[in-house]
């Protein structure tokens, strides 16, 4: 069964410190990963999604992703923080359905990361 | 701004009453999955539809339905509310196969007393 485990529930770093967020899958086929990132009363946003190719993938923000299938990992890096980082970050494993759409994705619980001035 | 518009933003029923979510896609896309969003955990996967039918469903009872109209805006009914469905109720759409990305609107936060 498709499943995604974010292990730190909530992450609190310093301004400037480099941040780390992991990310583990279950899914039965080549995955689709996605990194969303969400606000207090927002909607998600898109960080950066693997599909395919390049195992580094870049995303908005300085935010990347490394996909490591021996690990079943997908864990989103940042060098530096900024305050206005501090959110709740979703890892998510696509599937698509009849008709070739991206539909259902499974995602973690999240992460909540605080940032420190 | 994801072009994704969803109302009402938040609204309150009582247990038994029912419930009806709306979403307006980005334009051009013929896609609309809705995602509920409890307290502290991830969005789960509730049903999508795709060119007006229904194209997958998550493990939810059949109180909740849907419909996508022919612009490909979508409503999410939820019948005989229960506490437990108080949450956050995400839609969002998707279109080409090669952007790979849902687009999500900010949300209905429903409350169940």
């Known amino acids: 069964a498709q499943s995604v485990t974010q292990p730190d529930i909530h992450i609190t770093v310093s301004e400037g410190a480099s941040l780390e967020l992991r990310c583990n899958y279950s899914?039965?086929?080549?995955?689709?990963l996605f990194w969303y990132v969400q606000s207090p009363g927002q909607g998600l946003q898109l960080l950066l999604k693997?599909?395919?190719?390049?195992?580094l993938v870049q995303g908005i923000k300085g935010f990347e992703a490394e996909f490591k299938r021996s690990q079943s990992s997908f864990n989103l890096r940042k060098p530096s923080v900024h305050w206005s980082d501090a959110a709740e970050y979703f890892c998510?494993?696509?599937?698509?359905?009849?008709?070739?759409?991206?539909?259902?994705?499974?995602f973690g619980r999240g992460t909540q990361l605080t940032v420190w001035p | 701004e994801t072009g994704v518009t969803q109302s009402p933003t938040h609204l309150i029923k009582t247990r038994g009453q029912q419930v009806t979510l709306r979403c307006s896609s980005q334009?051009?896309?013929?896609?609309v999955s809705w995602y509920q969003q409890a307290l502290g955990q991830g969005p789960q996967f509730i049903f999508q539809?795709?060119?007006?039918?229904?194209?997958g469903r998550g493990n939810f009872p059949p109180r909740f339905s849907g419909l996508q109209f022919p612009n490909y805006s979508s409503e999410l009914n939820v019948n005989a509310l229960e506490l437990d469905d108080s949450a956050l109720y995400l839609c969002?759409?998707?279109?080409?196969?090669?952007?790979?990305?849902?687009?999500f609107g900010e949300g209905s936060r429903l409350t169940v007393l």
């Open positions: 998510a494993v696509g599937a698509y359905l009849r008709g070739s759409t991206l539909g259902r994705l499974y």
């Open positions: 899914y039965g086929a080549t995955p689709y």
């Open positions: 539809y795709y060119r007006e039918e229904e194209n």
């Open positions: 334009s051009g896309h013929n896609t």
């Open positions: 969002a759409s998707s279109g080409s196969k090669n952007t790979g990305e849902l687009f």
């Open positions: 693997y599909f395919s190719g390049d195992t």
